[in-house]
């Protein structure tokens, strides 16, 4: 299984070059559009567009082999570690953009979304990586086909939810401003109410997809520690990320919280969320922090 755990690597690796060049080609069509008027040079803008989120679309396959291959190579599912997670739950976000993008219009936030992938899977790859070994005793279970893929799906949605907060911030700027470069940049977005009503659309499906997470890992961790709950880190900061995101949805149905409050309310929960995979997994002492040893102590001798 060797050589296939170097397929997989040589995938992912090859997925991330994808990406710098999808993102390239975003960035061409975004410095073309900010210094055009209308007319002009549009079709060679579009191209780059184009040419954009088909390189996306090939990452993401590519990506996709990656992760499936991972899995042979290691004999179980690939979220055992957080290399495997995090090239996982990047894989979901790419999946509803290309999705999203086939009924809207995405191309202009192409580049944010590439950006976000590179990073993370270099990350990945160099910060994060792990052997593919074979798995931990303790997460040799039947609950780590249940309890992760919820937290990978909730991760993957709440990702897209505060990145498409961001732009709902860069649109509702522009407007006081609709002359000015991030006036021009975002003009093809949606409207800023049509972006904060799909923010929280998809905030509210990664908020049930968290609760359940919450309550698998509860029983998980009654059938190995024979106790649902310890006030663990890695615990205690999943009940925050789940706080923030209801006191969002709370807010947003009771309190009439909409415009820049919502937003930055998704952005701090999707904030807590990244604490909570790359802090205190490996920082904060935690039955939860299995790849300390392996990843961060090496970083630190």
Not at 40 to 69: F, K
Not at 196 to 219: D, K, S, Y
Not at 244 to 261: E, K, N, P, Q
């Amino acid at each position: 299984m060797q050589n296939l755990e170097q397929v997989s690597t040589l995938v992912v690796y090859g997925a991330i070059a994808a990406f710098i060049v999808a993102m390239i080609a975003f960035a061409i069509d975004i410095s073309a559009r900010s210094d055009r008027r209308e007319g002009g040079n549009a079709p060679a803008r579009r191209r780059a567009a184009g040419a954009g989120m088909a390189v996306t679309m090939l990452a993401t396959i590519l990506l996709g082999i990656g992760v499936v291959t991972r899995g042979f190579a290691a004999g179980h599912v690939p979220w055992s570690n957080m290399y495997e997670f995090t090239i996982s739950f990047t894989f979901v976000s790419l999946v509803i953009f290309l999705v999203l993008s086939a009924r809207r219009d995405l191309r202009d936030v192409g580049v944010l979304m590439t950006l976000g992938a590179s990073v993370l899977l270099g990350i990945a790859v160099v910060v994060l990586y792990t052997r593919a070994d074979g798995i931990a005793p303790i997460l040799d279970h039947y609950w780590l086909a249940i309890h992760v893929p919820l937290a990978i799906g909730g991760v993957g949605v709440f990702g897209v939810a505060a990145l498409i907060a961001v732009l709902q911030l860069m649109k509702d700027r522009a407007g006081a401003e609709p002359t000015s470069r991030l006036g021009h940049l975002t003009e093809r977005l949606p409207s800023v109410g049509s972006l904060e009503r799909l923010a929280h659309r998809f905030t509210a499906v990664g908020f049930v997809l968290w609760t359940f997470t919450i309550i698998a890992g509860a029983i998980w961790a009654n059938s190995a520690w024979t106790r649902p709950w310890g006030w663990d880190a890695k615990e205690v900061w999943s009940f925050v990320i789940w706080v923030i995101f209801a006191a969002y949805l709370h807010a947003r149905a009771t309190r009439g919280w909409t415009g820049r409050r919502s937003a930055y309310l998704i952005l701090t929960g999707f904030i807590a969320i990244l604490i909570n995979l790359f802090v205190i997994n490996y920082f904060v002492p935690s039955k939860h922090s299995y790849a300390l040893a392996e990843v961060v102590l090496p970083l630190l001798s």
